[in-house]
């Protein structure tokens, strides 16, 4: 069974053309879903919720 890859945020951020500084708030705002990793550790993006992301907002 092979593992899915998590994105790093600057991966995510890359791939959405927005500063990580952004899609950290879009991730507060709970409009992207990721998971937190450890305490001081960035957030871990699945593809699909970019691609989520991206449908939303061409979907309005």
Known sequence: MARKKLLLTKEAAGILRISEEYLRNLIRKNKIGAYKEGRRGGYRIPPREID?????RYNR
Do not use: G, L, S
Request: aromatic share 20%; charged share 20%.
């Open 52 to 56: 989520r992301y991206i449908a939303n």
